[in-house]
């Protein structure tokens, strides 16, 4: 698959030029971030603010739930986006953060609700599949960050593959990631975000189960205005951290769109590999 920037690039400038991408007249999309700040893995803050200003500009950025159900204001590039975060870095609360709140852009970010320190921050290291060397979220940040446009949903209690437990163990990390954030929050925990991204038939069913209204995935895509995605298979563009402005710009823009058929592509052969269908 193409992993090289330089690939994406030319091949993102074939794609703008195709007659279906050109005739497009409004989108939605959701755009994905993980750690920022000065850490291994973060976003540099300088990059992250100049994307949010490039997307204030630019594009509509509402809610994930608005997004999901029509409320889109016309914006110069007929996009309206939705900012959403994984795991529950404490760089989100540092760093992003400040920038969302002077922006006055929502966000939503999706909680390993075990991760989530009470009274300090927990280490990543101590939780499979999370960025190394991190700091954790605390709740009381998390609650000063959802009184200003920020959303919480669960990323379960540990960040496993939803699709290799058994459905008792599915059953206990999607109710128990959804208790804890209402609990320690006070507000519905109406979204859920799949480790990894992966997902079948199954796993959707075991969400929808639980009681959550809607889920994301890892596959690049957007949906047209007027049309509804997937509640339950909502697809999201990564936003990487050697990515350029306008790199982010071709992102926003859908230049980079054919990079969800490779994503498919792959995941098909995973799934014949592994036996499951998602």
């Not at 994307?51 to 409320?71: F, R």
């Not at 949903?153 to 059953?171: I, V, Y």
């Given at each position: 698959?193409?992993?090289?920037?330089?690939?994406?690039?030319?091949?993102?400038?074939?794609?703008?030029?195709?007659?279906?991408?050109?005739?497009?007249?409004?989108?939605?999309?959701?755009?994905?971030?993980?750690?920022?700040?000065?850490?291994?893995?973060?976003?540099?803050?300088?990059?992250?603010?100049?994307?949010?200003?490039?997307?204030?500009?630019?594009?509509?950025?509402?809610?994930?739930?608005?997004?999901?159900?029509?409320?889109?204001?016309?914006?110069?590039?007929?996009?309206?986006?939705?900012?959403?975060?994984?795991?529950?870095?404490?760089?989100?609360?540092?760093?992003?953060?400040?920038?969302?709140?002077?922006?006055?852009?929502?966000?939503?970010?999706?909680?390993?609700?075990?991760?989530?320190?009470?009274?300090?921050?927990?280490?990543?290291?101590?939780?499979?599949?999370?960025?190394?060397?991190?700091?954790?979220?605390?709740?009381?940040?998390?609650?000063?960050?959802?009184?200003?446009?920020?959303?919480?949903?669960?990323?379960?209690?540990?960040?496993?593959?939803?699709?290799?437990?058994?459905?008792?163990?599915?059953?206990?990390?999607?109710?128990?990631?959804?208790?804890?954030?209402?609990?320690?929050?006070?507000?519905?925990?109406?979204?859920?975000?799949?480790?990894?991204?992966?997902?079948?038939?199954?796993?959707?069913?075991?969400?929808?189960?639980?009681g959550y209204r809607n889920a994301v995935i890892?596959?690049?895509?957007?949906?047209?205005?007027?049309?509804?995605?997937?509640?339950?298979?909502?697809?999201?563009?990564?936003?990487?951290?050697?990515?350029?402005?306008?790199?982010?710009?071709?992102?926003?823009?859908?230049?980079?769109?054919?990079?969800?058929?490779?994503?498919?592509?792959?995941?098909?052969?995973?799934?014949?590999?592994?036996?499951?269908?998602?």
């Amino acid at each position: 698959m193409i992993d090289s920037l330089a690939w994406k690039r030319r091949l993102g400038r074939l794609y703008s030029h195709l007659p279906s991408h050109r005739a497009n007249s409004g989108c939605g999309m959701v755009l994905t971030y993980h750690s920022v700040g000065p850490t291994r893995l973060g976003l540099p803050v300088e990059n992250f603010r100049e994307q949010m200003t490039w997307l204030k500009e630019n594009a509509a950025v509402v809610p994930l739930d608005g997004l999901l159900h029509g409320a889109w204001p016309h914006s110069k590039t007929n996009v309206a986006c939705a900012i959403t975060f994984d795991d529950g870095y404490a760089g989100v609360y540092r760093w992003a953060f400040p920038v969302l709140r002077e922006l006055e852009i929502p966000a939503t970010v999706y909680l390993v609700g075990d991760a989530i320190g009470y009274n300090a921050p927990r280490k990543s290291n101590e939780f499979a599949g999370l960025y190394p060397d991190e700091e954790m979220l605390v709740w009381s940040e998390a609650r000063e960050m959802q009184e200003q446009k920020v959303d919480f949903g669960s990323h379960l209690l540990g960040h496993w593959d939803l699709t290799s437990l058994t459905p008792a163990q599915a059953k206990a990390e999607l109710e128990g990631s959804k208790r804890l954030i209402e609990d320690r929050l006070g507000r519905e925990c109406a979204s859920f975000c799949y480790p990894w991204g992966k997902h079948d038939d199954d796993a959707v069913g075991e969400v929808k189960a639980a009681g959550y209204r809607n889920a994301v995935i890892a596959i690049q895509a957007r949906w047209q205005r007027g049309t509804t995605p997937d509640f339950y298979r909502i697809p999201r563009a990564d936003v990487r951290r050697e990515y350029s402005l306008e790199d982010f710009a071709a992102v926003v823009r859908g230049d980079w769109d054919y990079l969800g058929t490779l994503q498919r592509l792959r995941r098909a052969m995973s799934r014949a590999s592994a036996g499951r269908y998602a």
